[in-house]
């Protein structure tokens, strides 16, 4: 059985709920909408005007479709967040949902594969959270001339044939994070030495997050001495992060993916650089949360990754039913410091206490 925990919610008049424990068909039954998002118009284009809107859901699938799912892969917490959100969805609508992972951004091809298996099978729709910005684009159009909804989570691609994206502009993530510091630090206040690990190259999140985040210290007294690529397995970012401080023993930063900053929370602390590094998240996980709350971490945007996920069933449920859907979604970005840690809503971000890896719901 799965739980849930439900932390404080950021509800008017800043009333907290009561912690209670829930199985997750519970969960799934809870009303988690009406929730704010931005709807770009035209779609598929971040430079596009957007307006916000609050997003709701179908009350029920009419029949248990079949949503094969495929993430880059299961190594952290973040898509854990996104799992619980396509789980919690398919169970809450009645659909079927079949999750494949491809072990990590260097297996391209066995994502590709992957979902090539979940339409053989008879899938009726396809989400896909990318490995690569270009490299489904043929995989797009073949499933598309099949008939079969393809819609975009999390992390971007540049087909025009989608059906429908449920993401973020990772490039704001990178921008509020580089904005957050650079506040700290205004151009004449003194040079502070910052490293950057933006996350796997090749992957579009990550291109407009280093992009988003390159922009917003530019102007300020940041220097950037350091900018490392790699895969978001917590090995990879912590030799990534050894490598850096052998090369720049003197950076007072260390800013990148959530398993960068909680690779480097353990490790400053091993070396007593605590008191002289300072750590920051462009996006948000447990261990992220936690490395906050304890003051080890100066701060996170968050993306509200569990509704993405929700809402990537939501508009697949709704191309198969034929009824209204929004094309290019995202949940309203904000970012979690010291000051709003104990009242932001959970929920929207991060999986419950207790939730493992889930790969199917009949």
Avoid at 70 to 80: E, V
């Amino acid at each position: 059985m799965k739980f849930r925990w439900t932390g404080p919610l950021a509800a008017a008049g800043g009333a907290l709920a009561l912690a209670v424990i829930l199985p997750l068909s519970a969960q799934a039954e809870e009303k988690w909408f009406p929730y704010p998002v931005e709807v770009w118009d035209p779609p598929f284009d971040m430079a596009s005007p957007r307006k916000t809107v609050d997003y709701s859901p179908v009350a029920k699938a009419s029949k248990a479709w079949d949503i094969c799912v495929s993430f880059p892969h299961m190594k952290d917490a973040y898509w854990l967040a996104v799992d619980y959100g396509v789980v919690a969805e398919a169970e809450r609508q009645g659909v079927k949902m079949q999750l494949v992972e491809a072990g990590g951004y260097t297996n391209l091809n066995t994502q590709v594969s992957q979902i090539e298996d979940c339409v053989a099978r008879g899938s009726d729709a396809v989400i896909i959270g990318a490995i690569s910005f270009d490299g489904l684009n043929n995989l797009v159009k073949e499933v598309r001339s099949k008939g079969i909804p393809v819609i975009d989570v999390i992390n971007g691609m540049s087909s025009p044939e989608l059906s429908a994206k449920s993401l973020v502009s990772f490039g704001e993530m990178g921008f509020k994070a580089g904005e957050h510091i650079a506040k700290l630090h205004p151009k004449g206040s003194g040079a502070v030495k910052v490293a950057w690990f933006p996350g796997p190259p090749g992957a579009g999140w990550v291109e407009a997050g280093n992009k988003g985040f390159q922009e917003a210290v530019a102007g300020s007294d940041i220097q950037v001495v350091e900018t490392k690529y790699g895969d978001t397995g917590k090995e990879v970012q912590l030799k990534l992060v050894e490598d850096t401080l052998e090369a720049h023993p003197d950076i007072q930063y260390v800013v990148g993916t959530a398993v960068t900053a909680e690779a480097a929370t353990g490790l400053l602390r091993a070396r007593g650089l605590t008191d002289k590094i300072k750590i920051m998240s462009y996006y948000f996980t447990p261990g992220v949360f936690q490395g906050i709350k304890r003051g080890q971490i100066l701060a996170a945007p968050t993306d509200s990754a569990v509704v993405q996920g929700r809402v990537a069933i939501d508009q697949a449920v709704r191309i198969l039913e034929g009824k209204p859907y929004e094309k290019h979604v995202g949940p309203a970005l904000y970012v979690i410091d010291s000051k709003n840690i104990d009242t932001f809503d959970r929920g929207s971000s991060l999986a419950p206490d207790g939730f493992k890896p889930t790969f199917t719901v009949n």
